[in-house]
């Protein structure tokens, strides 16, 4: 009997490849290799100040890293030139932690801003598009308001909404339940959830907020302060139960204290 062809693993969204990140001579993090496959919710977890959003400017083309690489559709982004990083950018949405509206323009501008930039779709269609998504996060009523009078909670939306308004295939969260009461971040948590479903975008997401990441992450790594790299990877909530786990990742998902540091040398 002929053997069957094995099945082709789809190529990842993105892909880190031992990556470095400093502050001039000062060690951020390094050695930082993970795939994230389409579809997929991927957390970067790991203490304040660790590096985390910094990891994420690397990925999205804001700032370059000390070695290692970062590939988008298998292609090197940072060896590649400005077109092909355009390119690539235009590929991937940015929820940032502040949401970062513009103050001046109304909700529906700001999220009509990148179907302006990044497709050719005409004034209207736009507008509809922007509607469709502002529907999407329960904010087509507010369209007209200026950002300042918007709660924290519906600022999120609204970058929300902005990010994937041209349907990019990743989706990168940096903090997106900081600031928001209980409520609001699992209503935020089941937009990111439903947004998956209806774009099929894969998302990266950096929080401190463990119910959201228990709740919806399907993958992730953990970045180490004491070490200054990787020490965990895998969902969180396998990390949570796994007592295999690295003691330092087991006791931030249980909310536990962490283990004792040998403070010899």
Request: charged fraction near 20%; include cysteine; charge should be positive.
């Given at each position: 009997m002929?053997?069957?062809?094995?099945?082709?693993?789809?190529?990842?969204?993105?892909?880190?490849?031992?990556?470095?990140?400093?502050?001039?001579?000062?060690l951020i993090q390094r050695g930082i290799s993970f795939t994230v496959a389409p579809r997929t919710i991927f957390a970067v977890m790991g203490g304040?100040?660790?590096?985390?959003?910094?990891?994420?400017?690397?990925?999205?083309?804001?700032?370059?890293?000390?070695?290692?690489?970062?590939?988008?559709?298998?292609?090197?982004?940072?060896?590649?030139?400005?077109?092909?990083?355009?390119?690539?950018?235009?590929?991937?949405?940015?929820l940032f932690q502040s949401a970062a509206l513009w103050s001046s323009m109304t909700v529906l501008e700001n999220v009509m801003l990148p179907l302006e930039q990044l497709t050719e779709l005409d004034p209207a269609a736009r507008r509809e598009r922007a509607m469709e998504v502002l529907g999407w996060v329960?904010?087509?009523?507010?369209?007209?308001?200026?950002?300042?009078?918007?709660?924290?909670?519906?600022?999120?939306?609204?970058?929300?909404?902005?990010?994937?308004a041209a349907e990019p295939p990743l989706l990168f969260l940096d903090e997106p339940s900081a600031g928001l009461d209980p409520i609001s971040a699992r209503r935020l948590d089941d937009l990111v959830l439903d947004i998956r479903e209806r774009t099929g975008a894969a998302v990266v997401m950096v929080s401190h907020e463990l119910p959201s990441l228990l709740a919806i992450a399907d993958d992730g790594i953990y970045l180490d302060d004491e070490s200054r790299q990787p020490i965990a990877h895998g969902s969180p909530r396998a990390l949570r139960d796994d007592a295999a786990t690295h003691p330092t990742v087991r006791a931030f998902l249980r909310r536990e204290e962490p283990p004792q540091r040998d403070m010899n040398p």
């Open positions: 002929a053997q069957q062809p094995h099945s082709q693993q789809p190529q990842p969204v993105v892909e880190v490849q031992d990556l470095e990140m400093r502050f001039g001579t000062r304040s100040g660790v590096g985390k959003s910094t990891l994420l400017r690397h990925m999205i083309g804001l700032l370059p890293p000390a070695s290692g690489r970062v590939l988008h559709q298998g292609q090197d982004y940072w060896a590649s030139d400005p077109a092909t990083r355009a390119r690539l950018r235009a590929r991937c949405g940015m329960g904010l087509d009523s507010s369209a007209a308001f200026l950002p300042e009078r918007l709660s924290g909670g519906m600022k999120k939306r609204a970058g929300l909404a902005r990010a994937i």
